[in-house]
């Protein structure tokens, strides 16, 4: 088998780099998702550019596929070696090349995960503003176009990573973009790696963006009667220009899920978590403003706090959203949705996921990052209950069609992988075709993360 | 010859939206910058992306150029018919199609100019923040991702495009991208067509985020003793997360310039001019933290005001540099250079491009966007004189070596066109193999303004 030869060539190259231990294959197999394990044949650890592109080589003399593996965190199964190969795991590739601090920008391998990033800048007075939650790889997150929390004020990965230098199909080696802030010198294939999962390139170093550390900061939380006043809080705030870091919406359910996960006592109604970066007279007078348009769209219950530690505390609940849904059902594991959609929508989205969510006789609790138009519903299902399953599935599939229908997207942060490629047509349509062309032309022999993002034909 | 046979069934499917009218053909051959007017075979103004498909089908069928062609401001030559064929001229699809008011966006024909839809918008209290300085088409704008002076707070046409309705070389029709803020569902073909400069695909509507006009506007110049305290200071200022609008560098020659051509007494050393949007108590307290940093790197002369009448006097004066260049030498024309780099090498950027000015004998006047490292000198030069030619010649090769030298880009702005071509192989090395691979996939036959952006092989 040619997988087999190119494992074979492969360990006589690099040794102690390849391995094929069970519990290792078993692990890079796994997924965040309801997909079953799907090892890869090998796990191959490289330590430099050199070493990927050697490796990428000998895949394609062999036809052998090449899984990008960075933590494991994505939730629509990137990682699943579908078609067998080797998962090319980056956390060797570890190290933060360089900070510019006058620039801004820092220069990383693709291994470094972000929380290890922040941690490097502390003392510059810099961050990295892109915040998904886990701690994922750089790499990885530049690859599915990550965002999350922060995304409202700072951008996804998309407006974040500056340059990439990106191993090729055949080996070769390319350097997209620069560290100039702009550039209209041709194609942008910095923005074309970027999202493309591993299926055109490897990501071998990214150039990033980062932000001043503000020099103040304010949360606020407050209660409203349904979710259109919520919402409607976030658009005539965004009008006003008011530059929120975070504003975050959960409802009913998911404060029920706070309230058991954590003994907390808010009131079971829909909320919003937001955050303001400026200077102290600046977060003082945004989260004032902020406060007058929740007090004139029917909101209650304004707290707003500049204290590090009840900020902490907000985020921090924010952040185990995941087990508070899970202690409402905590006998079922959770998947998650991921549809964004225009924000003149997103009550009208919101309504019809929780609506489905109790014809279904689902567990459905929300949250979102209002501010893009983007929500995650987590979902309760026993995996082993046939007629869960099936809700399950037509849950999923009908919040993602009324997501195309609101012009919206089925995937805001978490990607294609396995799971969404079935909607890539209904969202495509035509340009699905142009995709696959430039597909073909970057990896012919398809052998970069084959079965991910698009559809076979 | 095909490309008569082309014009020939042209002018039989549409009639009188066909020209071949000599002084229109010169029209659209004619450029801005320094090349010489090439004018196409046939002038086509189409009415509908129908007629755009339909167009671009019967040259394909005939292999004749197709040059899609806004309102003719490009600097580097991107509408010259150098291999023939026909212009498209996109100045009939001039609708507003759409403004979504509560989604902060509009959906236009790439016919519209920027001014147009800001006077559309003007009731909404919405605006489009992307400033060219030209009334430009905002189709050509997002072929040649331009930015100006607003760039450093609300983007480039790269950030400011969500999605695209786009014609390929065959004549099929494809949406790229969505109304939602973001998406993770694939390859990003928006931000591939966005800066193609109409070889990859005609653009036949576009998506654009709008923003809220801002509540206050204040506007600020200082004065400083040299390059390195003027950018030290828009360092300082960006660090500090103080949200400039604007911040403009003007050096010693071109406050010359304004002096002579409005009869005004500005002290003749570099300036920065800067203006902040916000709330009133948040554009006030920026210029006073700004007027701070100004006076710790030694700048002075700091005076700022939130009168619209002062305001726009700035603007006006800044929007009139080339004039104001033109007032050094009023006998001979003059060109721009584009280059940007890290602003950290910026002032070494600057002060090489002053040098090299004096050591060829050039009038040089400079001005930037400092705030992403993007800077312009105006040159004159008399064409007719085999000397200076050579000069100017010189000069624009060695600053674009520096830019490349110093990580940058040679086009910040203005694109690639034809004169931009000779330093593409230099900025992007292995990854124009790239997009000529890309290029070659969606535009086989080399149909779609040929001999722009990517040197022959």
């Not at 692990?27 to 650890?45: I, L």
């Not at 394609?60 to 933590?71: F, K, R």
């Not at 994505?74 to 090319?88: M, N, P, R, T, V």
């Not at 019809?352 to 501010?371: C, D, K, Q, T």
Request: overall charge negative.
């Amino acid at each position: 088998m040619s997988i087999q030869t190119a494992i074979k060539t492969l360990i006589e190259t690099f040794e102690e780099k390849v391995t094929t231990n069970k519990a290792l294959l078993e692990q890079h197999g796994r997924n965040e998702a309801y997909f079953p394990v799907t090892p890869p044949d090998a796990v191959v650890f490289p330590e430099s550019t050199a070493d990927v592109a050697a490796i990428v080589k000998i895949c394609a003399e062999h036809n052998c596929p090449v899984i990008a593996y960075g933590t494991g965190t994505s939730l629509e199964g990137h990682q699943l070696a579908i078609k067998g190969g080797i998962s090319l795991d980056m956390s060797k590739m570890n190290k933060v090349l360089a900070v510019h601090d006058e620039d801004m920008d820092a220069v990383v391998q693709p291994g470094v995960t972000r929380e290890q990033l922040n941690e490097d800048l502390r003392a510059t007075g810099l961050f990295f503003p892109v915040d998904p939650g886990a701690n994922a790889s750089l790499g990885g997150m530049a690859a599915t176009r990550a965002s999350g929390t922060t995304a409202v004020r700072y951008g996804t990965m998309r407006e974040n990573v500056m340059a990439l230098e990106v191993v090729l199909a055949d080996g070769r080696i390319i350097r997209t973009g620069s560290r100039a802030r702009k550039s209209a010198a041709g194609y942008d294939l910095t923005k074309l790696f970027v999202g493309s999962e591993g299926t055109l390139g490897i990501i071998t170093e990214l150039t990033l963006r980062l932000q001043g550390q503000p020099e103040a900061i304010s949360a606020a939380t407050c209660a409203f009667p349904d979710i259109e006043s919520a919402v409607n809080t976030v658009i005539a705030t965004i009008q006003m220009g008011i530059p929120m870091a975070r504003i975050e919406f959960v409802d009913e359910m998911m404060v029920r899920g706070f309230n058991l996960y954590q003994g907390s006592q808010m009131p079971e109604v829909p909320h919003l978590f937001v955050e303001f970066h400026g200077s102290p007279d600046g977060v003082k007078e945004q989260a004032e403003s902020f406060g007058e348009i929740v007090a004139d769209m029917g909101g209650t219950d304004f707290k707003w706090s500049e204290k590090p530690e009840d900020r902490n505390a907000l985020w921090k609940m924010r952040h185990n959203a995941y087990y508070a849904h899970k202690a409402l059902q905590p006998e079922k594991p959770a998947l998650s949705t991921d549809i964004c959609v225009p924000i003149s929508r997103l009550a009208e989205a919101v309504k019809f996921a929780r609506l489905e969510g109790e014809r279904l006789n689902l567990m459905v609790s929300i949250l979102g990052h209002v501010g893009d138009g983007n929500f995650h519903c987590a979902v309760s299902f026993d995996p082993d209950n046939a007629v869960e399953h099936a809700a399950v599935k037509e849950f999923l599939h009908n919040l993602n069609q009324q997501a195309l229908e609101l012009d919206g997207t089925v995937t805001g942060e978490h990607g294609v992988g396995v799971g969404k490629m079935k909607y890539m047509q209904g969202e495509h349509g035509e340009a699905l075709q142009v995709m696959r062309d430039i597909k073909k032309t970057l990896d012919p022999q398809n052998i970069l993360n084959p079965g991910k993002i698009l559809p076979e034909e």
